[in-house]
């Protein structure tokens, strides 16, 4: 008999406004009822930055099983007080090894969460690539990978980057590579060897008014004096969650399709292809 799981994955969530719309989509219209697993990239969660402990508990709260991050997950200096404990959240593997956290995380003996930094235009880091080959050589060893659902979110910036270590990760036998960072949601999901789910860029949450989450003056006056600007996340609405669903039949990526979810004050609209 068919084994059916169905994962959700949310784009980078952005401060308050990215909070917000998740609370709308998986609480209020009670969308967390149609999946199995919710797993969310946090790294901007609070105030665009970092997570704190805070919200943290509220994400919980709202029903995210698993919590991936990127570059900015040391940006809230508290985060080295509750990271360890945490059930939920994972930092990118590849960061050094006596970094605190775990870079992946198994969850009810079936879905292995795996996240990992890219190298182009990032800050220095540990190959990827080497990196997911060694863990998932050490994994095999210490559990049986067949009857697992192994889930990456590569936090890159190059898109070349994203694609060549997705094609690499479904050869190591992952069943799905999402890329976020770059907060545009792009168009080429699908199905790589009819195994690995696979997309190069889910998306953010947040407000749709400013630039990737972030409001549009303090970003336009960076851009164009080079000098350093304290960013403020926008607020305005609309803001819209983008995300994808992933089915698994008896472990095998079937389908992936890409969410956005647009909440204003008087109105909410879903698309879904």
């Known amino acids: 008999m068919a084994e059916v799981f169905k994962i959700l994955f949310i784009g980078d969530i952005v401060g308050r406004s990215g909070r917000e719309v998740v609370k709308r989509f998986l609480i209020d219209e009670n969308k967390k009822e149609k999946y ?9 969660a609070s105030h665009g930055f970092g997570l704190t ?6 994400l919980l709260s709202y029903g995210i099983n698993a919590m991936t991050s990127g570059n900015h997950i040391w940006d809230k200096k508290d985060i080295v007080n509750f990271i360890d404990e945490s059930p939920a959240l994972i930092r990118p593997y590849n960061y050094h090894k006596d970094a605190k956290g775990a870079g992946y995380k198994i969850f009810n003996n079936k879905i292995i969460v795996i996240n990992l930094l890219g190298k182009t ?3 220095p880091i540990d190959c990827p690539f080497k990196a997911l080959k060694e863990l998932i050589e050490k994994l095999n060893q210490e559990t049986n990978l067949e009857n697992k659902i192994i889930f990456v979110d590569f936090h890159a910036e190059a898109t070349a980057e994203k694609i060549c270590l997705a094609k690499y990760a479904a050869n190591l036998g992952i069943k799905a590579v999402i890329g976020t960072h770059t907060h545009t949601p792009t168009a080429d999901n699908k199905i790589i060897e009819n195994k690995c789910a696979y997309q190069t ?10 630039v990737i989450g972030m409001e549009y003056e303090s970003s336009l006056k960076r851009l164009i004096t080079s000098i350093p600007e304290r960013f403020e996340v926008e607020t305005s609405y609309p803001y819209i969650l983008n995300a994808c669903e992933i089915e698994f039949i008896n472990n095998c990526a079937t389908s992936i399709n890409r969410i956005s979810f647009e909440y204003s004050e008087n109105e909410e609209k879903e698309s879904e292809d």
């Open 201 to 210: 860029d889910v998306g953010f949450c947040g407000s749709t008014q400013g």
């Open 36 to 44: 199995d697993f919710i797993i969310a990239n946090v790294e901007n």
């Open 121 to 123: 235009f990032m800050p």
């Open 53 to 58: 402990q805070k919200n943290h508990d509220e």
